[in-house]
């Protein structure tokens, strides 16, 4: 187990050097840099000034050496400063994320409670009425983009029905429940039928018909056995799932104005404010690499299978 | 008893063949209409008429009209081209490329597939939609650059399937037979690779397609993909926004275009995969 860890970790470093690589290539792709940016606006600059200015800046070394200065900045939290406000970057990124970090987690928790049940019932009672209307509102909610499911809730919870303030105000619980209701719908139709599919399998199993006929009761087999090993797949797909949900924060944050990193990216992409952007496509990737590598500890901790096989070896 | 196996086995593959039908035709349809927009369009979908402005659905305007007094209905048959027509174009680039260069990955082997391979790992680590969101953001929005967007996004999922899918055929002893018949590399990935890969791959296509379509409006949506006066669903959603409470028809008529036409092309992907794997039936 100590040896997958540090094998895992190890693993992490090509990709995180490739994903700050990529994010810092693009804007340079962009043709834009703070010089640019910078004097954008001043009409014509002495030649002398921009060299001087770029000196300063270093964006007079060769490429390399500026990707490897820019790594430095990030790992000691200096991303450079905004072209828009002035402020710094990553002061500005941090203190927007725990408001995108309380959406996700709120509707990751909702998609959780929401789907498990449902993806179970749904395979118990495969081919019965509960299991087509199930699979029908998963394959409804699949169907639908999420910010049209935002608007559709904003015009039945907040100006129909007047129980929820239309653009939210702050960050509070009240404003955070049609934000997480958007986001937890689209997680879950897609979830839901992950969840069946995983149940579905385990109980077609031979030891599940094993257990029948020794007469166990059907409860029994599900909670004690087919629940236990469907669990592992069913948090690694809630895992991959997360990534999808990270993306479409950006558009959810944007339409109820809730102030996290998600519209933070939409207006710096709007304005062009690239060392913003910069800042939250990395940090998005190191979060979502960060989730996958802890899923895939837990799914080797958790599961007797691989831990006992990684033992003996 | 296994007569009756048979039976059933023979019913449900006639169902799926409906249905693959059925769907095809429907998606064919809204095919067609997205290419020939133009001619269908009962208005001028950007001709103003602002003393009509926010009519509510009537006889002359099916969907009402917008806060220029544009015809919803005519919008919405115009937008099917960037719409439909995009993100089957998407689709079709993503494929390529990801078959290309998963064959390529997975024939080679060695070092080009290590390096391939890794390419599409850091293209993985990020979050789809916060990936194409900043490439189209750099690259200026507009569809064209949400299409690179997507693709840039998308590409990897592919080259992993063609990768795979290659290994497992490469081995077999019809490649070897073709080898010492005397066939060339791009013979036998063209004529003997890729027909027995290409199955899986037109399938996750298939499935793909409301899923780009849903991506492509979102861009948009954000102002990232076609841009007004343009006529796209997604912008034209995030347009109306404001007339929620007001016009509603004007969020609900692109809104339901494309509700309705990523689920005919979801239903059609889903028949096409129970129609190749009777196995995923009902998953």
């Known amino acids: 187990m100590k040896n997958y860890i540090l094998k895992r970790f190890l693993q992490l470093i090509p990709v995180l050097l490739g994903i700050t690589f990529l994010s810092f290539a693009m804007m340079r792709i962009a043709g834009s840099d703070a010089i640019t940016e910078l004097y954008a606006d001043k009409g014509a600059v002495a030649q002398e000034i921009i060299d001087a200015k770029r000196a300063e800046l270093g964006l007079d070394k060769p490429f390399l050496v500026q990707y490897g200065a820019w790594l430095f900045g990030l790992i000691t939290g200096n991303m450079g400063t905004s072209y828009v406000s002035g402020k710094d970057v990553f002061g500005t990124f941090v203190s927007k994320l725990p408001a995108t970090l309380l959406l996700a987690f709120l509707s990751v928790l909702v998609t959780v409670l929401v789907s498990v049940p449902l993806g179970i019932i749904s395979a118990v009672r495969h081919d019965r009425i509960a299991d087509y209307l199930i699979r029908f509102l998963s394959f409804i909610g699949n169907s639908m983009p999420n910010f049209l499911v935002a608007l559709l809730l904003m015009r039945l919870l907040a100006i129909r029905l007047k129980w929820l303030p239309v653009i939210s105000n702050g960050t509070g619980l009240k404003s955070a429940v049609m934000p997480t209701l958007t986001l937890a719908i689209a997680m879950s139709a897609k979830y839901v039928r992950q969840v069946r599919a995983a149940v579905l399998d385990e109980l077609n199993r031979d030891y599940v018909i094993g257990m029948r006929s020794r007469g166990i009761r059907e409860g029994v087999i599900l909670k004690n056995s087919v629940l236990r090993s469907s669990l592992l797949t069913i948090i690694t797909l809630l895992a991959i799932s997360i990534g999808s949900l990270l993306g479409g924060t950006a558009i959810v944050e944007s339409i109820f104005m809730w102030d996290g990193v998600g519209k933070l990216a939409v207006d710096a992409i709007t304005m062009r404010d690239y060392p913003l952007v910069q800042a939250y496509v990395v940090w998005m990737a190191v979060i979502y690499v960060a989730v996958n590598l802890v899923t895939d500890l837990l799914y080797h901790a958790l599961d007797p299978r691989i831990r006992l096989g990684e033992e003996k070896r | ?283």
């Open chain 2, 1 to 283: 008893m296994s007569e009756v196996t048979v039976r059933v086995q023979k019913i449900k593959k006639d169902t799926v063949r409906t249905r693959l039908l059925i769907f095809g035709v429907i998606a064919l349809l809204l095919l067609l209409a997205s290419i020939f927009s133009e001619h269908l369009v009962p208005c001028d979908p950007y001709l103003q008429d602002l003393a009509n402005a926010k009519a509510a659905p009537s006889a002359a305007h099916w969907f009402g009209t917008d806060r220029y007094g544009r015809d919803m209905l005519s919008r919405v048959i115009i937008g099917s081209r960037v719409s439909i027509f995009g993100a089957l174009l998407l689709v079709c680039i993503v494929t390529l490329i990801g078959t290309a260069v998963g064959i390529l990955s997975g024939w080679c082997s060695g070092k080009v597939d290590t390096v391939l391979m890794r390419m599409a790992d850091i293209f993985l680590a990020f979050p789809g939609l916060v990936f194409a969101m900043a490439v189209a953001g750099v690259l200026g929005g507009g569809l064209q650059n949400a299409i690179i967007a997507l693709a840039a996004v998308t590409w990897p999922k592919y080259a992993r399937i063609a990768r795979s899918q290659t290994l497992s055929v490469k081995e077999l002893p019809f490649i070897k037979a073709a080898k010492l018949a005397g066939c060339g590399t791009l013979q036998i990935i063209t004529r003997h690779i890729l027909p027995n890969i290409i199955g899986s791959i037109l399938v996750t296509a298939m499935l793909d397609i409301g899923t780009m379509m849903m991506e492509l409006a979102g861009l948009s949506f954000l102002g990232l993909g076609a841009k007004p006066p343009a006529a796209e669903w997604g912008s034209m959603v995030s347009d109306a926004r404001s007339l929620l409470t007001s016009a509603p028809w004007v969020v609900l008529a692109p809104g339901g275009a494309i509700f309705i036409s990523v689920m005919v092309f979801n239903l059609l992907g889903d028949s096409v995969r129970d129609y190749a794997d009777p196995k995923m039936r009902g998953r």
